[in-house]
């Protein structure tokens, strides 16, 4: 058994939700070397969240950004809004997504369906960059 952890930086994104399997498969080269396993991608932040889901059509990551945003919209009379009238909404939409995904890992790939990708969901205005810790663990390749 094999570990390998790492922290990374992804650029400041919109709002909205962003493919960033890419990202974590070029930042996390190891994956390749590993026969079985499990990625863990944990997100340092409290107002973006991370989430598995289809992404073959760009319409997905819109309805899904958009529906959000119905569930948790900035009009509505929060207490906490000192850091603007974004932020609130973002802990919200955090809390129901989440910050980690686990993701099996088989033969020097991720495990993933044929539709499906990891999503970083920037729920503030100017988020700015966010940070991941990467946690792979598994049996290596013979």
């Not at 919109?14 to 974590?24: M, P, V, Y």
């Not at 992404?55 to 919209?73: F, G, K, Q």
């Not at 919200?92 to 969901?121: A, M, Y």
């Amino acid at each position: 058994m094999v570990w390998y952890q790492r922290q990374i930086r992804l650029p400041a994104l919109s709002r909205g939700c962003h493919l960033i399997t890419h990202h974590i498969e070029q930042q996390m080269p190891e994956i390749g070397q590993i026969r079985v396993g499990l990625l863990h991608v944990f997100l340092m932040h409290t107002s973006a969240s991370l989430t598995l889901n289809e992404n073959a059509d760009p319409d997905v990551p819109e309805d899904l950004d958009r529906a959000l945003n119905t569930i948790a919209p900035e009009s509505f009379p929060y207490r906490h809004t000192i850091e603007g009238p974004d932020d609130m909404p973002a802990h919200l939409k955090t809390s129901l997504l989440g910050c980690s995904v686990t993701i099996p890992v088989r033969e020097g790939r991720l495990c993933l369906g044929t539709w499906q990708g990891l999503f970083l969901c920037e729920h503030r205005n100017h988020g700015g960059s966010r940070r991941l810790t990467l946690t792979l663990q598994g049996e290596p390749m013979s």
